[in-house]
């Protein structure tokens, strides 16, 4: 059966979708749950100081993202096709997971650099192809199957690091001799989730550029749409104001989004520092919140398409929002700020997650997934309900700068307040207040698509 107008093939769309399924190992297996807490405890040698050290990096790669992603955006809308940006990127995202295999224990002042310069720019990778890779979906489906579509990509991909984090279990964490010999004690079973996360990047997102069609030239030069582009973007920075309700939103998306980004990135790195959960511990944790996160991811777009983008923000926002203060509120020993509960004791063995402390976190945690799960799908489908069709990539770009505009903020702040608090709770208090203000900013958006400027 030929597609409806305005509606891509099965094969397409699910080509598209598995761009989230390739991406999101690098996000659940090395910026949350392997080797950040990994980089932090080990690399560096002291949690509180590897926390802030992370931290400065991620701030450094959002500043970057933050000042390039809308002018990207706007030149690939100037050209019309995207798949040959996503390419570059995706390359780039590719290289620096491979070079963090050389992040060995207790590593020297060069090696911390390089390391940090890799996370760096695979980061600024993986970012700047979900730009490129967001701006297709209105050409994808009709208005009203966006969240539908968004939502499946966004469990798949939950699903896909789902699966990557517990090969790393099976494979390399929890053997005694880990396939293909990797060394323990070298760290090997925890370094070779960079490259893992690198080779599954390659293989996973070749659908998209096989099935998955892209816009069509608009026949300007390369030379030519990055002027045309320099230009839009000036002229939509210029005439921005008239398009209020869009920057309310992207502004109330960005401060809550970054919230959600912090809790996710550090949580893991937090939980090693107060609890001293291994490798295999926090891949476990990892697999019960992605399996809950890709379960809310589901739920939301069935429930942004049934209520609205707005609605299904909100709850979601309400909801990271608690389960933040619950884990922000936790010691290694204590819940709610100081009331004592049974928890590790150093020396003395116990089972998986054997603590009241420890099973609290986890429970803290499977909220954080249900909610995190819509939050991020209903965003990236309320943008495209928002925006005038011609603007679409423009105004991802803008998009991907109200995921990143604070993420350099956030993290910044974080290090910032580990180095002076000497706390890695101290650091990571003002992640609540993200989140407290992104949602009153939410309040007056209205779900309405713009006309387009004159």
Not at 405 to 413: D, G, N, S, V
Request: with cysteine; net charge neutral; glycine share 12%.
């Amino acid at each position: 059966m030929t597609p409806p107008a305005g509606e891509a093939s099965p094969l397409a769309r699910f080509s598209w979708a598995m761009f989230d399924w390739a991406n999101q190992p690098f996000f659940t297996v090395v910026t949350t749950f392997i080797f950040a807490p990994y980089f932090t405890s080990v690399v560096v040698g002291d949690p509180v100081r590897g926390q802030a050290l992370w931290g400065y990096a991620q701030s450094a790669a959002g500043l970057a993202i933050a000042l390039s992603s809308p002018v990207l955006g706007a030149i690939a809308d100037a050209a019309g096709p995207r798949k040959g940006w996503t390419f570059v990127f995706q390359v780039l995202c590719a290289l620096g997971c491979f070079w963090l295999w050389w992040a060995v224990p207790a590593a020297g002042p060069a090696t911390l650099f390089w390391s940090l310069v890799a996370i760096g720019l695979a980061t600024i990778g993986a970012e700047f192809s979900i730009v490129f890779n967001n701006a297709m979906l209105p050409s994808l489906v009709p208005e009203d199957r966006m969240g539908r579509l968004s939502g499946f990509a966004w469990a798949l991909g939950y699903a896909g690091g789902l699966v990557a984090l517990i090969f790393v279990l099976v494979a390399f964490s929890l053997p005694e001799h880990p396939w293909f010999g990797l060394d323990k004690a070298s760290h090997q079973h925890d370094r070779i989730t960079g490259p893992l996360s690198a080779i599954w990047l390659a293989v996973f997102v070749l659908p998209l550029f096989l099935f998955t069609p892209d816009a069509k030239p608009t026949g300007l030069t390369r030379t030519q749409a990055v002027r045309e582009g320099l230009r839009n973007v000036a002229a939509t920075l210029v005439t921005v104001r008239r398009y209020r309700n869009i920057m309310q939103f992207l502004v109330a998306r960005m401060i809550a989004y970054d919230g959600l980004n912090a809790i996710f990135a550090f949580g893991g790195i937090y939980a090693a520092g107060i609890f001293g959960w291994t490798t295999t511990s926090l891949g476990i944790f990892g697999i019960v919140l992605t399996i809950f996160a890709a379960l809310g991811a589901w739920v939301g777009g069935w429930a942004d398409d049934r209520f609205g983008s707005k609605p299904t923000m909100q709850w979601s926002v309400l909801g990271v929002t608690l389960a933040t203060l619950g884990i922000l509120s936790m010691s290694g020993d204590s819940v709610l700020f100081g009331i004592a509960v049974e928890g590790p004791r150093p020396g003395i063995a116990g089972g998986l997650f054997a603590t009241t402390a420890e099973r609290i976190f986890l429970l803290l945690g499977i909220l954080l997934g249900i909610f995190g799960g819509p939050m991020q799908a209903a965003s990236r489908t309320m943008l495209a309900r928002l925006a005038p069709p011609s603007m679409v990539g423009e105004f991802y770009g803008l998009f991907a700068l109200s995921g990143k505009a604070t993420a350099f903020t956030a993290p910044f702040a974080i290090a910032v307040c580990t180095s002076l608090f000497a706390s890695q709770r101290g650091g990571m208090v003002a992640i609540v207040l993200f989140l407290v203000v992104g949602y009153l900013l939410m309040l007056p958006v209205r779900e309405e698509q713009a006309a387009e400027v004159a």
